[in-house]
């Protein structure tokens, strides 16, 4: 089974300044998709950016990118410029390409990272 | 575009009613619904994954009987927990994917519901 680890409940940074989210997965799948959701306190999942493992290009979007690490089995995630609109909990997700040529497309979700911008 | 809702947003109950809860995709028919539940400060579990028009498929450990799902329509799929309990009391969150897209497309989430069972 696939497992997805963050190991920062709480992450606090200036306006305007740089922060990196650290994720990293445990799985034997070669195939697979790899997810940053966004929770604001209205609880809303959003969507921030999608990684295909297969693709060895950092996935970007705007103001936030990845590191994809692959060998490491890591999967971070760097805000720039943040915004106080940022501020929320941060889930990194994983989907097995494999399992989804069977119709199983379920989402494995770490524990959430909460992230404060400090004005 | 892409909005998912649910219905009710909080819910108290007593011990051993049933509670309905439902979701709906607002802008786009969705062939596949999820159920995840969350707890405080917690991640979220994948519980089921709906089909429109026939079973659900359900995670392991999670009491098919106890959470019925329904997913009668391409726009909407309902939960519904039997008897609930205090143990119950959650945070139930649902995503859709829409209809014609393939499997690696992205799923949209509803902005959950707060069970709370009294």
């Known amino acids: 089974a696939q497992t997805v680890t963050q190991s920062q409940p709480e992450m606090s940074v200036q306006e305007a300044e740089t922060v990196t989210l650290s994720c990293t997965y445990d799985t034997s799948e070669s195939d697979y998709y790899l997810f940053w959701y966004k929770q604001p306190p209205s609880r809303q999942m959003i969507l921030v950016i999608r990684q295909e493992a297969y693709k060895q290009q950092n996935a970007t979007e705007n103001r936030f990118s990845v590191n994809f690490q692959k060998a490491a089995k890591s999967f971070s995630l760097k805000i720039s410029d943040s915004q106080l609109g940022d501020a929320a909990m941060y889930f990194c997700?994983?989907?097995?390409?494999?399992?989804?040529?069977?119709?199983?497309?379920?989402?494995?979700f770490g524990t959430g990272t909460r992230l404060t911008i400090i004005p | 575009g892409a909005v998912v809702s649910q219905h009710p947003s909080w819910v108290i109950c007593k011990s051993g009613t049933s509670v309905k809860i439902e979701c709906r995709s607002l802008d786009f028919q969705a062939t596949t619904m999820f159920w995840y539940r969350q707890f405080p400060k917690q991640s979220l579990m994948l519980m089921a994954t709906?089909?429109?028009?026939?079973?659900?498929?359900?995670e392991q450990g999670v009491e098919k009987d106890k959470f019925l799902i329904n997913h009668a329509s391409l726009t909407l799929s309902t939960l519904t927990v039997t008897s609930a309990h205090p143990e119950d009391s959650s945070f139930y969150i649902c995503?859709?994917?829409?209809?014609?897209?393939?499997?690696?497309?992205?799923?949209?989430f509803g902005p959950g519901t707060r069970l709370t069972v009294l």
């Open positions: 997700a994983y989907r097995s390409a494999e399992e989804v040529d069977f119709g199983n497309e379920k989402l494995t």
């Open positions: 709906s089909n429109e028009g026939s079973k659900a498929t359900y």
């Open positions: 995503s859709a994917r829409p209809t014609g897209t393939v499997s690696t497309d992205t799923q949209y």
